[in-house]
């Protein structure tokens, strides 16, 4: 019987793309992004606590879509806000830092936290830490042959870069081997972002993902 981060952490894997949705939205707007994300191929999603109304926007999603999306809280850069997430229903956590005390708790509640690192010492920490899976950030400073070079000796710790990565350069990541890889503002624009423009932004991305793995 897999683990709750195991379980997690494949469906990750198997959806390739991770939604970051920061900004001052409402709670509707974020049902309603939820809801576009769902229906076009991007059921993993991430709403990170700098958001306007994040907690209660993530306990709305986790009620609203239940078991056919994956709602997680981004920017846990403490244990305490690890604890709120929690509470809040999220069933995975990202951070923009590595902090040992967030992935103790992570870790004892059973819960996916990725950390976010940028050097392989950082990523090698995480990993003896017990975090199979980092978000290396920011990605778009340094581009695939960064994690090209990293991948080499530390070819056992999932990857997922975060920053500058969309439709058009997504292929890149995937050929040097990332596990999934969040995407920001290349989707989920802001507050004022068209739903119908969401939903294609969506769709590109899903399309450029699967044709990049099949290869």
């Known amino acids: 019987m897999p683990t709750q981060i195991e379980a997690v952490a494949e469906r990750i894997r198997q959806t390739g793309l991770v939604a970051i949705v920061r900004g001052n939205f409402s709670k509707e707007q974020v049902l309603n992004i939820g809801r576009v994300l769902r229906d076009n191929g991007v059921p993993v999603m991430e709403v990170t606590l700098n958001t306007t109304s994040a907690l209660e926007s993530i306990t709305q999603l986790r009620k609203q879509f239940g078991g056919e999306m ?3 809280a981004g920017t846990v850069r403490t244990a305490a ?6 509470a ?4 995975f956590t990202v951070a923009p830092n590595l902090d040992m005390d967030t992935v103790r708790v992570a870790l004892q509640n059973d819960v996916l936290h990725l950390p976010g690192v940028f050097t392989p010492t ?8 017990g975090c199979k899976i980092v978000k290396l950030f920011p990605s778009d ?5 960064y994690i090209k070079a990293i991948r080499a000796p530390l070819d056992d710790i999932g990857i997922v870069p975060t920053g500058g990565i969309s439709a058009d350069n997504i292929a890149e990541y995937v050929n040097v081997g990332i596990v999934a ?6 989707l989920v624009t802001g507050p004022t972002q068209d739903l119908e423009d969401l939903a294609r932004r969506a769709q590109a991305l899903r399309k450029a993902w699967d044709a990049a793995v099949k290869k």
């Not at 806000?81 to 929690?86: I, T, Y």
């Not at 950082?122 to 830490?129: D, S």
Request: charged share 10%.
């Open 70 to 72: 994956v709602i997680g």
């Open 81 to 86: 806000q690890f604890d709120q997430a929690l």
């Open 88 to 91: 809040a229903g999220a069933e």
């Open 122 to 129: 950082e990523a090698q920490n995480a990993y003896v830490a």
């Open 141 to 145: 400073i340094m581009g695939p042959r």
């Open 181 to 186: 890889a969040g995407i920001g503002s290349a």
